[in-house]
């Protein structure tokens, strides 16, 4: 089991940047990818960015060239760079990663809100 806290959220005015961290713990070694997802108000949950065990990094189109993925180089840390942020960004985030075997786990979530 791999256990991940979030930090990083808060208020940012259009425009802004906010950097996501997700801390891991535990059975990282079990780890294969890792990435961020965000859902908000009255929305499904959504990928935003990931990245696999070798470094491969794909992004939401709606984040392309905005957003940028990057985790520690131990496995044990993921973050999410956010640059130019839009209200429509306004979401919880939730850090995500994918195990070689059993479920993938959650972090807690982290809000983010957009505006001015």
């Known amino acids: 089991q791999v256990q991940l806290v979030e930090s990083g959220g808060g208020l940012v005015q259009p425009g802004g940047s906010l950097r996501l961290s997700c801390a891991a713990s535990?059975?990282?070694?079990?780890?294969?990818?890792m990435g961020w997802y965000r859902q908000a108000p009255g929305k499904q949950r959504e990928v935003v960015a990931a990245?696999?065990?070798?470094?491969?990094?794909n992004y939401a189109d709606s984040v392309k060239g905005r957003f940028t993925i990057s985790r520690g180089n131990a496995k044990n840390g993921v973050y999410l760079q956010m640059n130019s942020l839009k209200p429509e960004d306004t979401a919880v985030y939730y850090c995500?990663?994918?195990?070689?075997?059993?479920?993938?786990?959650w972090g807690q979530g982290t809000q983010v809100t957009v505006s001015s």
């Open positions: 990245i696999s065990n070798i470094g491969l990094t």
């Open positions: 995500n990663v994918g195990l070689w075997r059993g479920p993938d786990c």
């Open positions: 535990g059975s990282i070694f079990s780890i294969k990818s």
